[in-house]
């Protein structure tokens, strides 16, 4: 009995807030505004979205009407998927390949020890801060028939293709036109990965006869392999969204070869009046976004050398 | 028995008093609108202002969108929860509204009003917006497509005016080709359908209709791309681009009232963009005539009353007072009227000052009481995209006219 009162009176004492509790409640009240965060913007409309891809609703007439897994059929039957998934496929290949070699290219040039190196640097940044509609539209001007970019090339005798109503040129226009608005981004984490690299070790391969594609691919790429890893995720989630460039240049076109996913969600849910389906669609470039970003992640034992 | 009658009246005084003093309750009502114009909007608020006065409990907003992608900016609106009480529909997307059951009926309260004059609204305008007899928009515009010509740079190509044409009786589709074809090879632009821009094919009515063709059957559920009128007429359309140069390419940026170029056909409220400084010697005429005949083609916009606002009953009253015949009056100063009544040279003119009496007589009120509307389809948005990415294949110079027309119809024909 004496113990037992005297191990109630222990835990009496003992107080409720302890160093543990304390420490726990102070972590989650940090974390609190982005989970809130998280929870509101994220979690609550991806489980929206998923009960909106199981109903048909059409904001016209008023109607949401469950439908079970009909939309889902419906996207797998859908003749016009091929052709979409065709074109994001592209869309994102020529993005990746081509962003990443010229922001990689771009931050080894002004990597170099030169004065004024820094205007250059800003130069090639400047479209990011640029605002993409206004930046779009431009281009818009710039490749039309008559417009500045065949002008230019006509100023040297080549007559310009009709670059946004050809479906090879509008793909490759609407490639390029995101490349130079986001390389600055890739280029700057390129620059700061480069920089990062230690000069010794350029000192002892210099010492050993080695030559600079050779320092470049056994020195440079593996140091900065991690980037690289970084970089490809980005910008391969980034164009899985792109959606102002296509709607300002060619709005899906010519016929549907720039009809990328996004866009195609776009048409059917806000143009159509489809929620539902549009919600179906959202869904599926979820899987797609998640699964590339889980295999590039998995990648990385293979490709990414001296990970911290 | 006195002290009890005052007690009596007093407490009836307490309970009557304090409810006469307190107003009815507010309620706001929201007119979506694709004008951002000020000269629009002020009128609209002077309407408003005067429909307050009468009803002090209700107060009027105008909610200006942009024009571009104004229908899904509208039914985002529906979808959210936050639909307008009133909006604006465009003729293309009547059928979708119309049909669906988003819009509330207006006849009776229309009839219910004294003076409305419904008889007065015609009905060639009011047959977009009316289903089973129910009446769910009121077609406050109702814009014909003119063509406004430049007769400098026609005479500087040595060509005759559409004006010595039209006084000869050759005002045709092959007299235009021949003016657009030489005003092309004299290095100005030749003929502008405005805002078609090879996307919106719609626009091109303005020059099918003058073969008799149209996109579909008259109900809606045979797609008729493919038969002779809209073949011959596509084909026409298709050789004054690649062959004769007479209409700028895909992807040629050229604007008429800058002086580019030699024609343009449009709605006439686009009056308002003739040069004010250098000016040109510009003409309105009506559409040539084509191997169909005479035609014209209208463009309207209707406005209705959402089911699902807020104040349905409110709204509809509103705008029963927004269309009398005083304020429809008001309203031609802008927007060609659907009144028979307002629609004489008198009210026109004084409402269209740049256009002279002749333009206002063959363009604007033959081109009313005759005009057919542009086409409209339920589920137009889809049939838009789904033919524009299938004519696509028409905008190069090589095309295969009758198959590429017959692609349209296996593309669209189970939309109809």
């Given amino acids: 009995m004496p113990t037992a009162a005297l191990t109630a009176d222990r835990s009496r004492k003992r107080p409720f807030w302890t160093m543990e509790r304390r420490d726990s409640l102070a972590g989650y009240l940090f974390i609190a505004p982005q989970l809130c965060g998280i929870v509101l913007f994220v979690l609550i409309p991806l489980g929206l979205v998923v009960w909106y891809s199981l109903h048909e609703w059409n904001v016209l007439a008023g109607t949401f009407r469950f439908v079970g897994d009909a939309n889902y059929k419906k996207l797998a039957a859908d003749p016009a998927l091929p052709e979409v998934l065709g074109a994001t496929a592209i869309f994102s290949a020529g993005l990746v390949v081509f962003n990443l070699s010229l922001a990689l290219l771009l931050a080894i040039l002004v990597n170099q020890k030169l004065r004024g190196i820094t205007v250059f640097r800003t130069i090639f940044f400047s479209p990011v801060v640029v605002s993409l509609v206004a930046w779009t539209i431009v281009w818009n001007f710039l490749l039309q028939a008559n417009g500045g970019i065949n002008g230019l090339l006509q100023v040297i005798g080549v007559t310009g293709p009709n670059w946004l109503r050809s479906p090879p040129t509008a793909m490759a226009s609407v490639i390029v036109v995101q490349v130079f608005k986001n390389v600055g981004l890739n280029m700057v984490l390129f620059l700061a990965a480069l920089q990062g690299v230690p000069r010794e070790l350029y000192e002892a391969a210099r010492v050993d006869g080695a030559s600079r594609w050779t320092q470049f691919h056994a020195i440079t790429v593996p140091l900065i392999s991690p980037t690289i890893l970084l970089t490809m995720i980005i910008t391969i989630v980034g164009s899985l969204q792109v959606f102002a460039q296509i709607a300002v240049l060619t709005q899906g076109g010519p016929g549907m070869s720039t009809t990328v996913l996004v866009y195609y969600l776009y048409q059917q849910a806000f143009q159509f009046h489809r929620f539902g389906y549009g919600a179906t669609i959202s869904i599926l470039l979820f899987l797609i976004v998640a699964v590339l970003t889980f295999a590039q992640w998995q990648m990385r034992k293979r490709i990414v050398f001296y990970e911290n | ?416």
């Avoid at chain 2, 119309?98 to 819009?103: D, E, K, N, Y």
């Avoid at chain 2, 004294?114 to 060639?124: F, G, I, K, P, R």
Wanted: glycine share 8%; proline share 6%.
């Fill in chain 2, 1 to 416: 028995m006195k002290l009890f009658d005052l007690r009596l009246a007093a407490l009836a005084a307490g309970i009557a008093l304090p409810l006469a003093a307190v107003p009815a309750i507010a309620q706001d009502i929201r007119m979506a609108i694709w004008s951002a114009n000020e000269a629009h909007l002020k009128l609209f608020n002077e309407i408003a202002a005067a429909y307050t006065a009468q009803h002090p409990e209700v107060k009027v907003s105008f909610d200006s969108l942009p024009f571009d992608g104004y229908t899904t900016t509208l039914t985002t609106q529906i979808a959210g929860g936050n639909a307008p009480d009133l909006a604006w529909i465009l003729e293309t997307t009547a059928g979708d509204f119309v049909s669906s059951g988003a819009l509330s009926p207006l006849k009776a309260t229309f009839e219910g009003v004294a003076d409305y004059n419904l008889a007065d609204v015609t009905e060639s305008a009011l047959s977009l917006w009316t289903a089973d007899g129910e009446i769910y928009a009121y077609p406050f515009s109702t814009s014909p497509f003119g063509m406004f010509v430049n007769n400098d740079v026609i005479k500087a190509a040595g060509q005759q005016t559409p004006a010595e044409l039209i006084a000869a009786g050759e005002w045709t589709w092959d007299k235009a080709e021949a003016i657009n074809t030489a005003v092309a090879a004299a290095g100005k632009q030749g003929l502008i359908v405005r805002d078609f821009d090879y996307k919106v094919w719609d626009n091109l009515a303005s020059i099918w209709n003058g073969w008799g063709a149209s996109p579909w059957s008259a109900d809606g559920k045979t797609c008729t791309f493919t038969e002779q009128p809209m073949v011959d007429a596509m084909s026409f359309i298709h050789k004054a681009i690649f062959t004769d140069k007479a209409i700028p390419g895909p992807g040629v940026t050229a604007d008429f009232f800058a002086g580019d170029a030699a024609m343009t056909i449009t709605q006439i409220s686009r009056a308002s963009l003739l040069p004010k400084e250098n000016p040109f010697n510009w003409d309105l005429v009506p559409l040539p005539s084509g191997p169909a005949g005479e035609y014209a083609v209208i463009g309207q916009a209707g406005i209705g009353v959402f089911a699902s606002g807020k104040n349905p009953a409110v709204a509809a009253d509103f705008l029963a007072f927004f269309s009398n015949p005083d304020n429809a009056k008001k309203l031609a100063k802008f927007f060609p009227p659907p009144r028979s009544s307002l629609l004489n040279a008198e009210v026109l003119g004084a409402a269209n000052p740049l256009l002279s009496a002749t333009q206002i007589e063959n363009v604007v009120i033959k081109g009313i009481s005759t005009g057919k509307v542009k086409p409209g389809h339920a589920g137009f948005a889809e049939i838009q995209q789904t033919a524009r990415a299938a004519l696509d294949a028409l905008w190069v110079a090589d095309a295969d006219v009758p198959a590429v027309l017959k692609s349209v119809c296996d593309r669209i024909q189970p939309m109809l």
